[in-house]
């Protein structure tokens, strides 16, 4: 048995923060693998290690000192590395490197991965295990693109060499050995591909939440949290909204199949949400998660005898995608096609999507309806299961509220709708209402 722990930000802040995460490896043998992050914040108040190490490089890169912010960032560090009773010069020689780095003029990237990096030389030496330098074993090709299949092969064959390691998240290299780093939040990548290269039994990815609530706490107050999701349904919520994991953190496991278990560092007795390929527990509540989006345009185009004209559907598409303009959805009537975009990507090209639609299509009009919000309502539950949409619209309409569209996939694993951005939050909490405060 392996298992692969990840720590956010704010389980390693401080030093009591890296005590708890101790003792969640030390209980288990099995947490071979650990992947850290940089530091987080400390209180509400307080900034993340990896914005005060691009704050401290772009003053670098201007020709600017960066001795004080340099200092600071060195001091959340000593203050972590003398609470843990550890050597109090262990990152001496690192800062001297940092230090001669920046003033080169060594990349924001390479600045910021020195958050994970240090936090790793910490972490190896407070568990006692092997560290390993994440510019070694992942690896980026000269676009930036990660190298998946290289990095598994070559971090598969590097971990079969040591019993336990940290890999410092976030960052790996180019092929010529510039440090590269995902995007922010990226050291759930690294844990998913430090999962899939030594087949673990389970890739634990720790936080300050116990789990993947089923609505936003900032729209219902205090949701349940989901006992288990599968990937398909976690992907759909995550499109819409949802931030649990970084959304590529998902693809390395989903190919091998290694379940994610999202817990608490400072819960670790709660269970957390597992997910999963494929389960047969069925979802508490019928729906597994409600999440959603603001700020969509839906364009509305009419044409008699549309149904039966071939090719209207292309010729509407590629106005919007000669404009470079994506779109979400396209729901269909017999004489009336609309296709849902992005308010702010849409609106600087508005009248250029307008001119080439009439070129390409000739529609007979077009109507234009914005401020639009779009809602996902996600279950593997509602497949063979009579009534779901019928509930979902039921708690809408009465609440008053009224549906500008309606979507369900034949996949029957979510319903989408469309309301005003202003009918947004209160159509959340209803249809949150009907299926968990009431279990109808
Ligand atoms: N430290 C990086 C960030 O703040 C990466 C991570 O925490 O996952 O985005």
Known sequence: MSKVVKFGGSSLASAEQFQK???????????????????????????????????????????????????????????????LGLEAGLLDKEFETIKAQFAAKAGSDYAASRGEYLNGIIMAAYLGFQFLDAAEVIFFDENGEFMAEKTNEVLSARMAEYENVVLPGFYGAKLDGTVKTFSRGGSDITGSILARAVQANIYENWTDVSGVLLADPRIVKNPVG????????????????????????????????????????????????????STCKQPEFTITGIAGKKGFVSINI???????????????????????????????????????????????????????????????????????????????????????????????????????????????????????????????????????????
């Open 21 to 83: 995460v101790g003792n969640i490896i030390r209980a288990d043998k099995d947490r071979r693998y650990v992947v850290p992050s940089a530091p987080g914040k400390r209180n509400s108040k307080d900034t993340k290690v990896t914005d005060m190490l691009y704050g401290c490089y772009a003053l670098a890169e201007a020709g600017k000192s960066f001795d004080k912010e340099l200092k600071q960032i060195k001091a959340r560090y000593e203050e972590i590395i003398s609470g």
């Open 226 to 277: 989901i006992n288990t999701i599968t990937y398909k349904e976690l992907r759909e919520l995550a499109y819409m909204g949802f931030s649990v994991l970084h959304e590529d953190a998902l693809f390395p496991v989903r190919t091998s199949g290694i379940p994610i278990n999202i817990r608490n560092t400072n819960r670790p007795e709660d269970d957390g949400t597992m997910i999963v390929e």
């Open 302 to 440: 009419e044409k008699d005898k549309m149904n039966s004209e071939v090719g209207f559907g292309r010729k509407v598409l590629q106005a919007f995608e000669e404009n470079g303009i994506n779109f979400e959805h396209m729901p269909s009537g017999i004489d009336t096609l609309s296709v849902f975009v992005h308010q702010p990507e849409f609106e600087g090209r508005e009248q250029h999507v307008l001119s080439d639609l009439h070129r390409l299509a000739k529609p007979d009009s077009i109507e234009i309806d914005a401020d639009l919000a779009l809602i996902a309502v996600v279950g593997r539950g509602m497949k063979s299961n009579r009534g779901v949409a019928a509930r979902v619209l039921a708690s809408l309409a009465h609440k008053n509220i009224n549906i500008k569209m309606i979507d369900q996939g034949s996949s029957e694993l979510n319903i989408i709708l469309g309301v005003t951005n202003a009918d947004f939050e209160q159509a959340i909490q209803a249809i949150y209402d009907i299926f968990v405060s009431t279990r109808l």
